[in-house]
């Protein structure tokens, strides 16, 4: 029987990133392994994702805070994605005017999961990817969210709403949702075990 690839998790990252936004996900997926068995040794266990960064041209990131990143790719020689993260941060509103990030949104279509935390979402709408469609974003940009995409349906108090598109609220909830990705994708023992590995209610 021919081994399962691993899915390829890519989390794009900008200047002024929220870092639980990107850093969230990123120890979700990470941490992720096929196995029913819950252990804290996961280290030689298989792991589910092959999870990088990536980010628009320059590899040296300064994220929210002050914090300093540097990504593993950049978008040209990105590898192919199973699953694109978007994260947010005040660096989004800056995102919002570059058209060449908002085109190359609007040709990940055909990504097999993309979702946004935070004000990711905000990048989503100005794609064009969120009209007529159900969707959330940080408290503080709902407003900002509905002007951008006005046929966008804005849920506000669920920390992630899936519809074609993941999107979810503010910080550390993309770690709530991306724990409901996994389970979507590998069911519910992988995802309650990924979750007690990094103490987190789920």
């Not at 068995?37 to 980010?55: G, L, M």
């Not at 006005?150 to 108090?157: A, G, L």
């Not at 519809?163 to 995802?191: F, Q, W």
Request: aromatic letters at 10%; glycine letters at 6%; one cysteine or more.
């Amino acid at each position: 029987m021919q081994k399962e690839r691993k899915k390829n998790v890519g989390i794009f990252i900008f200047d002024l990133v929220e870092v639980l936004d990107f850093s969230g996900p990123y120890e979700v997926f990470s941490s992720a392994r096929l196995t029913k068995q819950s252990t804290s040794s996961i280290q030689n266990k298989p792991q589910a994702f092959n999870v990088f960064t990536f980010s628009e041209k320059k590899k040296y990131i300064s994220a929210s805070g002050g914090l300093k990143v540097k990504s593993d790719f950049i978008i040209k020689n990105c590898p192919a994605l199973d699953i694109l993260i978007i994260p947010g941060g005040i660096g989004t509103r800056k995102l919002l005017e570059n058209k060449k990030i908002l085109n190359w949104l609007k040709l990940k279509k055909n990504v097999d999961i993309v979702a946004s935390v935070c004000t990711g979402s905000l990048l989503l709408a100005k794609a064009g990817l969120l009209e007529k469609k159900k969707a959330t974003t940080h408290w503080g940009a709902l407003k900002l969210l509905k002007k951008i995409s006005p046929s966008t349906k804005v849920i506000k108090r669920n920390k992630y709403v899936f519809d074609k598109y993941y999107t979810s609220a503010g910080v550390a909830t993309g770690i709530n949702m991306s724990l409901h990705i996994i389970e979507n994708l590998y069911g519910k023992t992988i995802a309650k075990n990924t979750a007690k590995y990094i103490e987190y209610k789920y």
